[in-house]
């Protein structure tokens, strides 16, 4: 969802102390978003040491293993149209499906999509949406449009925390105007320029990481967040409505993919089988309060996960994915991007 890598290096053993491990995995991850519970079961059950790094945006993760951090980490945690992207650039390895015994619980929708046909290098890890929170204290006024972040009300400018990341914060503008996604139009990209720039008047900070602290501070009245993000900070006590804006909103995967050079490959099929079963999957859902794409998962489920607002959007609001746009356009996007954030 931002060129900021967070610093972050964690390190589970799940094994007793002083014992030596038998493998090693290597995780490049989300941050705020897997339970080490999970990863010290994993690391207990299979014998292996796992570390894991952590990123705050699609772009982060790009960028770092671009940078020369492939090679360095088995598996990683991109979201759908990034999945594309990375294949595009050769950064994947793929895998038969018989090497994933558990390949057969991912659900159907979730099998043949678009950004990996058939699932040939990733699986489906958790789903959810990107739109935006209020804090009901503060506004309590109508949230059913994207005008609320780009032509926010008085009560809400500059108490506004927008997300640090090109893909959903001008993927939401577009929506917002109308405008296509990846569009080469001139005109159209003009438009879309204009209105973030000056959508950036009112708003208070970019932040991904601090989405869902700045809520529950008061620190920002609304803010763009994703929705386990805005469940969460409504858990911790903030007065926050997620939006279902009428224009529509994101709609997004975040998928476990095989690295091309990982060091462990064996370790990360494993690792990535392992997340495929049900129990294991519903834990992460419970922790970062998304929706899984495995088979079997809710009976495990925690009831405010299951029920949560922003996991249950109405029926006759419209989700898009972000689109992975043809290097020659992204160029534009790229431009925009770096001009709104001078």
Known sequence: MKKKLLATSLIFFGLTAGAQA??????????????????DQFSEEYDVEVTMDTFD???????????????????????????????SEGMLDTFEPSELPN?????????????????????????????YSVNRDVYKG?????????????????????????????????IYLGIPQCTSDREQL??????????????????????????????????????GFSAKARAEGANIEYAFPKEGYIVWMDNGVLLK??????????????????????????????????????????????NSPESNPPADQKGYFVEACPEDVQVLYDAIWTNLKK
């Open 261 to 306: 050079d990982a060091p462990n490959r064996d370790n990360a099929l494993k690792f990535l089988n392992f997340l495929l079963e049900p129990e294991n999957a519903a834990a992460v859902t419970n922790y970062a309060q998304y929706t899984a794409g495995v088979k079997g998962v809710a009976e495990f489920l925690e009831p405010d996960v299951k």
């Open 103 to 131: 390949f057969d619980n991912i659900e159907e929708k979730w099998l043949d999509v678009s950004f990996d046909p058939g699932r040939k290098s990733s699986i489906p890890y958790q789903w959810g949406s990107t739109s």
């Open 57 to 87: 945006s699609n772009e982060a993760l790009l960028a770092s293993l671009k940078a020369g951090k492939l090679g360095s980490y088995d598996v990683a945690f991109p979201g759908d149209y990034m999945v594309k992207i990375l294949a």
């Open 22 to 39: 038998e493998g090693k995995l290597s995780l490049y991850h989300w941050f705020e978003y897997i339970p080490q519970e999970l990863l």
């Open 190 to 227: 003009k438009a879309l320029s204009a209105k973030v720039v000056s959508a950036k008047q009112d708003w208070a900070s970019f932040g991904s990481d601090v989405a869902k602290d700045v809520l529950v501070s008061g620190d920002a009245a609304a803010g763009m967040i994703w929705s």
């Open 142 to 174: 109508p949230i059913d449009s994207l005008s609320v972040v780009f032509d926010p009300p008085e009560e809400l400018k500059g108490k506004i925390n927008v997300l640090d990341t090109a893909g959903e914060t001008l993927t939401l503008a577009s």
